[in-house]
C-alpha cells in the first residue's frame, strides 16, 4: 500500500523528521511511503497513491482545482486522512473546511481543555476515554489529545471519539469517519496524536490506535469494488409543448395567491454549522482581559521551561481564568508581531554604521611643533566604523572645514577644551614677549 503525506500546504508535521516513529512502523508493515512537495495539488501527482495524508497545514489554502483533485481521489476508492491542531481553520489559517464540508465535517475554531483528566500537568493535553466500537478503536481504551480542537459532524458521519463531560467544551467530538463515493475520509482534530512528542504517539494508547488506523485502511483498499462499466441507454427526447404559466395555472385550477402561499409553507428553516457570531465586547472588557492575560504572562517567565512550551501553559492558566480563546490567541499573536518588528529595528541599527569625528595628523603636527591654530577653522577627519561583515575598501581620510560655531556642538569636548587652553597659552607667550622686551631695554639703558 502506498501512503503519500502531503508537504505542499506547509503542513506542521513530516514524516520523515516528527513522524519518524509512525513511519518506521508504517515502513516495517510493509507499506511505501512518499512525500508529495510538488504544487499544486494536481490529480496525476495523487491518482497512484492508496492514502493521501495532510499533516497538519499551516498557513497555506487550498484552490478550488485542487479541492476537485483531492475529490476525485476519494472518490473512485481512495482514502483521505486529516489531521488538524487547536484553533482549526481560522488559527492556522487555512481553509481544509472547503475541503471537509463535501464530507459533513467541519473543523471548530476552538480547542479543548479538561481539568480534571489530563497528562504532563497541562489541561490542554486531555485523555480521552470516551471511545465508541469499530475497527479502529480495538484495543484502545484511552488516548492523549493535546492541543487539539474539537469537530462538527452530520448525522451520516462515523463518530470515532470524543471527550468527557469535564472537558471545555463538554462532550466534543474529536475524530470521525466519513465515507464519500467509493472511498473514505478520517478526520483529527489533533496532529500531536502520532508525533515524535512525549504526549504523542508514544503515549498511552496513542499507537495501537495509529496501527488499527492503517490495517483499517488496508483492508479497505484491497476490498475496494473495481471500477464498473456503464451502460449508457440514449432514450430520443419527447417533444414537449410549450404553455404559458397562465394557461397552466387555468389547467391546474391554482390562482397565483394560493401558489406563492403554497410555497412559504414548504419552505424549511436551513441548518447551518456555522457558529453563532460573538456579542461584541467593550474595551473596557478587553482592556482587562489583556491585563490579565499580561500578568499570567509575567508569572509563566519564572518558569524553567522551554520557550515551547510557554505559550501552551499561558493559554491553560487564561483558561483557568475564563478568559477566551480567541483572546488568547490574538494578545499572543500581537506579541509575535511586537517581537518581529524588535527585530527588524535591531538589524537596521546594526547595518548602519556610526560616525566619529577625530583630530587630523595635521592637528597633531601642528601641537607638536607648538604653533598657533586658528580657532575659527579647524580642519577634521569624518571616519566611519565599517562593519566586519561587511567590508569595505580602505579610502583616503576626507577634510572638511567646521566653523567655529559648529566645533561646539559637533566636535568632542577634548578638542574643543586644547583649541581654548592654546588660545590661552597664545596670550601667555605674547605678554612674556612684551615683559621681556621691557627688561632688555632697562638692561640697555643701564
Given at each position: 500500500m502506498k501512503i503519500l503525506f502531503d508537504e505542499t500546504q506547509k503542513e506542521r508535521g513530516r514524516i520523515f523528521s516528527n513522524f519518524s516513529i509512525l513511519e518506521a512502523d508504517l515502513t516495517e508493515a510493509g507499506h511505501k511511503i512518499a512525500v508529495l512537495d510538488t504544487f499544486p495539488i494536481k490529480y496525476?501527482?495523487?491518482?497512484?497513491?492508496?492514502?493521501?495524508?495532510?499533516?497538519?497545514?499551516?498557513?497555506?489554502?487550498?484552490?478550488?482545482?485542487?479541492?476537485?483533485n483531492i475529490?476525485?481521489?476519494?472518490?473512485?476508492?481512495?482514502?483521505?486522512?486529516?489531521?488538524?491542531?487547536?484553533?482549526?481553520?481560522?488559527?492556522?489559517?487555512?481553509?481544509?473546511?472547503?475541503?471537509?464540508?463535501?464530507?459533513?465535517i467541519e473543523l471548530i475554531p476552538n480547542q479543548i481543555f479538561d481539568f480534571q483528566s489530563f497528562d504532563f500537568q497541562l489541561e490542554s493535553c486531555p485523555v480521552v476515554t470516551k471511545i465508541y466500537p469499530h475497527p479502529i478503536t480495538q484495543g484502545v481504551k484511552e488516548i492523549t489529545y493535546c492541543s487539539g480542537c474539537s469537530l462538527h459532524i452530520n448525522n451520516e458521519v462515523t463518530e470515532l471519539a470524543r471527550?468527557?463531560?469535564?472537558?471545555?467544551?463538554?462532550?466534543?467530538?474529536?475524530?470521525?469517519?466519513?465515507?464519500?463515493?467509493?472511498?473514505?475520509?478520517?478526520?483529527?482534530?489533533?496532529?500531536?496524536?502520532?508525533?515524535?512528542?512525549?504526549s504523542g504517539i508514544t503515549n498511552r494508547d496513542n499507537r495501537q490506535f495509529a496501527r488499527n488506523l492503517f490495517q483499517w485502511a488496508e483492508k479497505q483498499i484491497t476490498e475496494k469494488p473495481s471500477k464498473k462499466e456503464i451502460e449508457i441507454k440514449i432514450e430520443p427526447k419527447k417533444e414537449e409543448v410549450s404553455?404559458?404559466?397562465?394557461?397552466?395555472?387555468?389547467?391546474?385550477?391554482?390562482?397565483?395567491?394560493?401558489?406563492?402561499?403554497?410555497?412559504?409553507?414548504?419552505?424549511?428553516?436551513?441548518?447551518?454549522?456555522?457558529?453563532?457570531?460573538?456579542?461584541?465586547?467593550?474595551?473596557?472588557?478587553?482592556?482587562?482581559?489583556?491585563?490579565?492575560i499580561k500578568e499570567i504572562e509575567a508569572e509563566v517567565e519564572t518558569f524553567n521551561v522551554d520557550?515551547?512550551?510557554?505559550?501552551?501553559?499561558?493559554?491553560?492558566?487564561?483558561?483557568?481564568?475564563?478568559?477566551?480563546?480567541?483572546?488568547?490567541?490574538?494578545?499572543?499573536?500581537?506579541?509575535?508581531?511586537?517581537?518581529?518588528?524588535?527585530?527588524?529595528?535591531?538589524?537596521?541599527?546594526?547595518?548602519?554604521?556610526?560616525?566619529?569625528?577625530?583630530?587630523t595628523d595635521k592637528i597633531q603636527k601642528q601641537l607638536s611643533e607648538s604653533q598657533y591654530i586658528e580657532p575659527e577653522s579647524v580642519i577634521l577627519e569624518q571616519t566611519k566604523k565599517v562593519s566586519p561583515k561587511k567590508a569595505s575598501p580602505?579610502?583616503?581620510?576626507?577634510?572638511?572645514?567646521?566653523?567655529?560655531?559648529?566645533?561646539?556642538?559637533?566636535?568632542?569636548?577634548?578638542?574643543?577644551?586644547?583649541?581654548?587652553?592654546?588660545?590661552?597659552?597664545?596670550?601667555?607667550?605674547?605678554?612674556?614677549?612684551?615683559?621681556?622686551?621691557?627688561?632688555?631695554e632697562k638692561e640697555k639703558k643701564k
Open positions: 496525476s501527482s495523487i491518482n497512484s497513491a492508496d492514502i493521501l495524508v495532510f499533516l497538519c497545514p499551516d498557513g497555506s489554502k487550498l484552490y478550488g482545482h485542487e479541492v476537485k475529490l476525485r481521489f476519494v472518490e473512485e476508492g481512495n482514502i483521505l486522512m486529516i489531521f488538524s491542531n487547536a484553533g482549526g481553520d481560522k488559527g492556522l489559517n487555512t481553509n481544509m473546511n472547503s475541503l471537509l464540508k463535501h464530507f459533513g471527550t468527557r463531560n469535564t472537558s471545555d467544551p463538554p462532550s466534543a467530538t474529536i475524530m470521525a469517519l466519513s465515507q464519500y463515493g467509493d472511498g473514505w475520509v478520517f478526520v483529527c482534530g489533533s496532529y500531536t496524536v502520532f508525533s515524535n512528542k512525549k404553455v404559458s404559466k397562465k394557461d397552466k395555472q387555468k389547467e391546474e385550477g391554482i390562482s397565483k395567491q394560493e401558489v406563492e402561499v403554497e410555497k412559504k409553507k414548504r419552505k424549511e428553516p436551513v441548518s447551518t454549522t456555522l457558529l453563532s457570531k460573538p456579542e461584541k465586547i467593550s474595551d473596557l472588557d478587553i482592556a482587562s482581559v489583556l491585563l490579565q520557550q515551547t512550551y510557554k505559550e501552551i501553559i499561558i493559554t491553560d492558566l487564561a483558561r483557568k481564568r475564563g478568559i477566551d480563546y480567541a483572546m488568547i490567541q490574538r494578545y499572543l499573536q500581537m506579541k509575535k508581531e511586537e517581537a518581529e518588528k524588535d527585530k527588524k529595528k535591531e538589524r537596521v541599527t546594526q547595518e548602519q554604521p556610526k560616525e566619529e569625528y577625530i583630530v580602505v579610502q583616503e581620510p576626507v577634510e572638511k572645514h567646521v566653523e567655529f560655531s559648529e566645533v561646539e556642538t559637533s566636535v568632542d569636548n577634548v578638542a574643543h577644551e586644547i583649541l581654548v587652553e592654546l588660545k590661552e597659552i597664545r596670550k601667555g607667550i605674547e605678554q612674556l614677549n612684551s615683559t621681556i622686551l621691557k627688561l632688555f
